[in-house]
């Protein structure tokens, strides 16, 4: 795809200096920028390289001033990350605006979907699926019976969509993905063996819902495993049967989260983030990266640390870890006079 700074302008109503005509079909960091790429300065640490970029045009704010000569065509804007921003989402929506069905792929005679829909090869749906306007499915997704998505969502290569879920509008759901396998529910008998405790309930994604690649989200074995509106999932994230995550809560990659905990509005989790099932956490807390949660929290906590201490508690605590050799040695050093003064006596 190729674009003018006439129509890049157009589309963030910016003012243009330079050659209008001039055209690009890539984008580009300002340092690494080539003919034919479009780049953006939003931070004056970079400003050196706009006199040295190749890129054929350049986004800034209108307050830039160039005191050399340039190369690049320049669209001047109030903002210049965010505009770039917007240019972004608006080349991923006019990149993903695939509409058709491609073959060999499976539509069941009791699926039905909207206005603008694709469906990539080797794609599956299942009995009585139905599918809102807008919709792209990559290839090789498999939905099963009785889904129901939303308008506007986009399920990229790979995904897996098992039976009975609810996808509301403008989800995306990452390549590789798992939503609605059994939860791990068994229960051992005398002789230590396990049977199998069937799960019935389903998953409902709410609006607004990013789940990233390889990430999995277990059905419910009653209920609903639901993830609120605005939830954002980083990449290999496991969420459990029965969990809940409340509106606009963030998840860093490779956290696990353990059946029926209930996780409240605005959290901040980091990766690899371990979380015990049956706890309730509150809203807005704050959850450093590798730490362990084995107790309920209140809202508004920031924590850290295996088992999660208070991160305040924590930095201190961790000044004495780390001198804890140093300590050991100078208590053996007392030891060892306090021994010597005795042996004296």
């Known amino acids: 795809m190729k674009f003018t700074a006439t129509q890049i302008a157009g589309i963030l109503e910016g003012e243009i200096e330079g050659n209008p005509q001039i055209a690009v079909h890539k984008l580009s960091k300002i340092e690494e920028g080539e003919k034919g790429s479009l780049t953006f300065l939003a931070n004056p640490k970079y400003t050196a390289y706009i006199y040295s970029t190749k890129a054929s045009i350049t986004i800034v704010n209108k307050d830039f001033v160039p005191e050399q000569t340039l190369s690049t065509t320049l669209i001047k804007v109030e903002d210049a990350y965010k505009s770039f921003s917007k240019l972004l989402a608006y080349y991923n929506q006019v990149k993903n605006n695939k509409i058709g069905i491609e073959n060999p792929s499976y539509i069941s005679g009791s699926a039905s979907y909207g206005e603008g829909f694709y469906l990539g090869a080797f794609s599956y749906l299942g009995e009585n ?6 919709v792209k499915i990559y290839p090789n997704v498999f939905i099963g019976d009785n889904v129901r998505i939303g308008n ?11 039976s009975e879920t609810v996808i509301g509008n403008n989800c995306v759901i990452h390549g ?18 396990y049977s199998k405790v069937p799960q019935t309930g389903n998953v409902i994604l709410e609006d607004n819902v990013d789940v990233g690649a390889g990430t999995t989200i277990d059905r419910a074995t ?4 639901i993830l609120r509106k605005g939830v954002k999932l980083d990449n290999q994230i496991q ?3 029965n969990v809940e995550i409340g509106e606009h809560t963030a998840i860093a990659a490779q956290t696990g989260i353990a059946g029926s905990t209930k996780i409240g509005k605005n959290c901040l989790i980091g990766g690899q983030v ?22 309920n929290i209140k809202s508004d ?16 605590s961790y000044v004495h870890f780390k001198n804890l050799p140093k300590l050991v040695n100078q208590i053996s050093t007392i030891q060892k006079k306090v021994e010597g003064e005795q042996n004296e006596q």
């Open 152 to 162: 506007d969502v986009i399920v990229f290569a790979g995904a897996k969509i098992y």
């Open 222 to 225: 009653l209920g609903s495993t």
């Open 129 to 134: 699926v139905k599918i809102g306007d807008n």
């Open 301 to 316: 906590e920031v924590l850290q640390g295996s088992p999660a201490l208070n991160y305040g508690d924590f930095n201190k």
């Open 176 to 193: 590789g993905a798992i939503i609605g396998a059994d939860g791990f529910g068994f229960t051992p008998n005398a002789n230590g063996e």
């Open 239 to 241: 969420i459990a049967h």
């Open 274 to 295: 371990g979380i015990v099932g049956h706890i309730t956490i509150g809203d807005r807390v704050r959850i450093q990266a590798q730490s362990g949660i084995g107790r």
